[in-house]
């Protein structure tokens, strides 16, 4: 069996992992031992050398009271299209989602543009 890639994607979660843990006062070897695999282990996956298993950053995202889209809120889209060849992004449609997105966006805006999506979502609520 041919070992996956690292990616950028892996790096940038990886990073944030290891601020919201510190941001806790959260050890690597408490965090570790709560999740079930090694101090090393979680140092790879901290410093995005090895990619992260989905249940892991499950059990992360829960230990670290974050929802597990905050670990991806750096992420670039276009590299994940790139790998997966979609056109466009799904947008999600729960609340959090969605006000999470739109600060994503917002901030990317200069001031005219957010000006106009202001009077769009203006033109909208009529």
């Known amino acids: 069996m041919s070992k996956i890639s690292v990616t950028d994607i ?12 510190k941001e806790l006062r959260i050890s690597a070897a408490s965090l570790s ?12 996956y901290e410093r995005g050398v090895n ?3 989905v249940s892991h ?17 750096d992420c670039e889209v276009e590299e994940a299209f790139q790998i997966s060849n979609q056109t466009a ?3 999600a449609m729960q609340d959090a989602d969605l ?3 739109l600060q994503q966006v917002w901030t990317t805006l200069s001031r005219d543009q957010q000006r106009k999506l ?3 979502l203006d033109a909208f609520s009529i």
């Open 10 to 21: 892996d790096a940038t979660v990886g990073r944030r992992i290891q601020l919201r843990r």
């Open 33 to 44: 031992e709560k999740i079930g695999i090694s101090q090393q282990q979680l140092s790879r």
């Open 51 to 53: 990619k992260i298993n």
């Open 57 to 73: 950053l499950f059990h992360i995202s829960v230990f670290l009271e974050s929802p597990i889209s905050w670990f991806f809120l």
């Open 89 to 91: 992004p799904y947008i």
């Open 99 to 101: 006000q999470t997105r």
């Open 118 to 120: 202001i009077a769009l």
